[in-house]
Nanobody, 126 residues
């Protein structure tokens, strides 16, 4: 089993920055693609960003492209989401997820990700 724990959320003003972290334990994530998703109140969970198992490939939702950066530190079994130029519409609970199929194709489908963290709240005030 794998456990994912997110941290780094909080309250920030529009235009500010936050850096989310996701620490994995129980199993190494070195061969798994990792993703970030978010869910705002009353809305479905949506894809934010994903990074390949080796960190060389990334993919972003159009709504965050150019503002968010996903990265990973394989040695520390940790994934990051640097969020800049935050907007009130970025307010949501942010979830880290792992796709446990080794060396898989990057996916934006949450159903492809079997392991999820508990989420961290990000609130952007206007």
């Amino acid at each position: 089993q794998m456990q994912l724990v997110e941290s780094g959320g909080g309250l920030v003003q529009a235009g500010g920055s936050l850096r989310l972290s996701c620490a994995a334990s129980g199993r190494t994530t070195s061969s798994y693609n990792m993703g970030w998703f978010r869910q705002a109140p009353g809305k479905e969970r949506e894809f934010v960003a994903t990074v390949s198992w080796n960190g060389r490939r990334t993919y972003y939702a159009d709504s965050v492209k150019g503002r968010f950066t996903i990265s990973r530190d394989t040695a520390k079994n940790t994934v990051f989401l640097q969020m800049n130029s935050l907007k009130p519409e970025d307010t949501a609970v942010y979830y880290c997820a792992a796709d446990p199929k080794e060396y898989a194709v990057l996916s934006v489908d949450p159903l492809k990700y079997d392991y999820w963290g508990q989420g961290t709240q990000v609130t952007v005030s206007s």
